[in-house]
């Protein structure tokens, strides 16, 4: 019961942490060992092999990217935890589009920003669910953190804002169109979720830069293979989106989108 379970949850988690787990069983009764520690060593070793070795190539053959995991580049990820559980894989035009975005965002801004990623699809499988995302099971659906500026000199907060990147919202101001509210009265209660569980972060230094984010909207929406782009509809007019048609509201059934970007190829 318990190896169904634990299959179950790593193969959620991470998609082959199921599958390596199985194996490590295997291999671990054929030593003929009853040690746990061994056990866990065994499992491990097998993962990460798997994680950085077997599955890059192996997804880019079958039409998967994994997006970069130093964070030397433009492109760089919010948390390890994305690339550790696989959750960082992209079709390779959703990895153009993101660096050739950033590329083009950077040039006309305030110097090199480096943009962070948050959830991105796992390595195989269309329709394979990448939870607790609704659509990212495909490689053509992407997230990324909002930008924010140090309130004392205003230069860009070079750090994550929440431990996911998620959860942290800039949320409608008195007379903005407010989801969040509409979206609780009726009766969606998953909908502002996130930021109880992990909205507390250093709002009192930073402030969401609308200037930044505009601007990085802007290099996003105007390249040809972005098809859609979720944000919160307050944000979408505040920022000077109104007639985009590419900007979409997700609907009550998602989480709100004034914490992070949802881009789709
Ligand atoms: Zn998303």
Redesign the pocket.
């Known amino acids: 019961m318990w190896i169904v379970f634990i299959f179950a949850l790593l193969t959620l988690l991470s998609q082959i942490g199921g599958c390596i787990y199985l194996l490590s069983i295997l291999l671990h009764r054929r030593f003929k060992t009853r040690s746990q520690v061994k056990f866990l060593g065994l499992f491990v070793s097998l993962y990460l092999f798997c994680t950085f070795v077997i599955t890059p190539p192996v997804a880019k053959m079958l039409g998967r990217k994994a997006l970069p995991l130093n964070s030397n580049g433009l492109v760089i990820p919010n948390h390890p935890y994305t690339y550790l559980l696989n959750r960082h894989y992209v079709k390779p035009e959703m990895y153009r589009l993101i660096h050739e975005s950033a590329e083009r965002f950077n040039d006309k801004r305030r110097g090199p920003l480096k943009l962070r990623y948050l959830?991105a699809n796992f390595p195989f499988i269309n329709g394979f669910p990448l939870l607790p995302?609704r659509?990212?099971d495909d490689g053509e659906?992407l997230?990324i953190a909002f930008l924010y500026a140090n309130r004392a000199d205003h230069t860009y907060w070079d750090d994550r804002v929440s431990l996911t990147g998620y959860g942290f919202c800039e949320g409608p101001f008195q007379g903005e169109q407010n989801m969040p509210d509409q979206c609780r009265k009726k009766g969606y209660w998953q909908y502002s979720l996130l930021t109880k569980i992990f909205g507390l972060g250093s709002q009192e230094q930073i402030h969401f830069d609308e200037d930044a984010n505009t601007a990085l909207l802007q290099s996003l929406s105007s390249h040809p293979s972005t098809r859609k782009i979720?944000i919160e509809p307050h944000l979408k007019q505040r920022l000077g989106f109104g007639s985009d048609p590419k900007l979409r509201f997700h609907g009550c059934a998602a989480v709100r989108h004034d914490d992070h970007i949802?881009l789709e190829l």
């Open positions: 959830d995302h659509s990212h659906k997230d979720f949802h």
